[in-house]
Nanobody, 113 residues
Framework: QVQVVESGGALVQPGGSLTLTCAGS????????MTWHRQVEGKAREWVAT???????FSADSVKGRFTVSRDEGKNPLYLQLESLTLEDTAVYYC???????WGQGTQVTVSS
């Protein structure tokens, strides 16, 4: 059974950094398209970044140059490194195994002074 579980969300000050982790089970993260999304309460879920099996990465304009999606070669977890955080980055962050449209429960990132 395919499952993904996010972790690493926290309260962080503006300008700070954070790394989110997405642990997958029932599949290999390196073999499939993985995506990160985020959602602010009351708003639609927003795509943030994608990591393709070959290593290519794509990110939304709103996070380009600040967020980096990655994985350790041969290992399971997917990561999302968040840098230069702003108040507008506050959201619940979700990872998704794209092929099966499997979502995790999300992890809360709150940027506040």
């Amino acid at each position: 059974q395919v499952q993904v579980v996010e972790s690493g969300g926290a309260l962080v000050q503006p300008g700070g950094s954070l790394t989110l982790t997405c642990a997958g089970s029932g599949f290999s993260v390196g073999d499939v398209i993985m995506t990160w999304h985020r959602q602010v309460e009351g708003k639609a879920r927003e795509w943030v970044a994608t990591l393709a099996p070959g290593g290519a990465t794509f990110s939304a304009d709103s996070v380009k140059g600040r967020f980096t999606v990655s994985r350790d070669e041969g290992k399971n977890p997917l990561y999302l490194q968040l840098e230069s955080l702003t108040l507008e980055d506050t959201a619940v962050y979700y990872c998704q195994q794209f092929a099966s449209q499997t979502w995790g429960q999300g992890t809360q990132v709150t940027v506040s002074s």
